[in-house]
């Protein structure tokens, strides 16, 4: 069934004889409003794999009505929300009285879906963000940058990023002050600074044109896929300099996300959420790790 997300009529009369629906379209900022709305009309849960943080703030600010319609709206259900959240509110919680939170995410993926490419220029085009004394508060992108924590022999460098992440891990944890980032060098940090509006823009045109993914005839292999793996840290201190962190370590990154999703939906099904949630507030921290081939460690 092909139904464009313009045609409301039709989007609520096809979604009222579903319990939930899994938009795994971007951009979010494009495709999310009009879903959520449908699936409020018609009394239809609603979870997604958005990745972009203006477009998963208003699917959280949806809670009054999501509960009026005796649904759930959980944005996030895939790679890298539901990995990051999970491991830093398993964080979080080895320190209670945390002042701080960075996470690190460093995702392989088997090529690059247009969405997700889309997504990115979304964020560049918007500028950097971080959660200050609990508030999302706008800043330079790609600043600052950091090294992951010393479990990390590569050495590898990561720097600010605006991504969904930021809210989930506020409403899920408390902690005041979050930042959250992806690999990228000083040097590169520096010219994402100077130039992210306008990279932003050139990947939008970019992805309107293709998707860097393979094609059917060029599918990676098993043992190729197999050995991609993608990683989280996550790294909290508090007031008096006590600190905690943790690495998470799965599979490729579409292919978690995949997984990931389908596990949200049967609990979903099967145990009915009600109201805007998180992944965490949805189905708790320990979620991740239902992931086939995903593992925590305290470092």
Known sequence: MHLPLEDAGALRAALSSVRCVL???????????????????????YLDI????????????CDAAARTAGIAVIPGAGFGVVFAECLAAQVARRLPGATWLRLSLATQTDGRSRGATLSAAVAMAAGGRDIHQGVLRTRAIASPTWRAPSADRLGMR???????????VQRSTGVPDIVAGVPMSRVTAVLVRLTGPW????????????STRPGPAAVSDDATVAALRSRVWAEAGDATGGRAAAVLETG????AAAAAAVRALELQWH???????????????????????????EL
């Open 23 to 45: 938009l795994a379209a971007g951009p979010y900022q494009q495709t999310g409003p009009l879903m959520r709305a449908a699936c409020i009309d018609a009394g239809c849960s």
């Open 50 to 61: 958005n990745g972009e943080l203006d477009d998963f703030s208003r699917a959280l600010a």
């Open 158 to 168: 990561f720097a600010a990023a605006p991504r969904a992440e930021l809210a989930a």
């Open 199 to 210: 990279l932003g823009k050139f990947l939008a045109r970019d992805g309107d044109r293709r």
């Open 252 to 255: 490729e990154g579409y292919r």
């Open 271 to 297: 145990e009915p959420r009600i109201g805007a949630l998180t992944p965490v507030q949805a189905f708790g921290a320990e979620f991740a790790l239902l992931v086939p081939g995903t593992h925590i460690q």
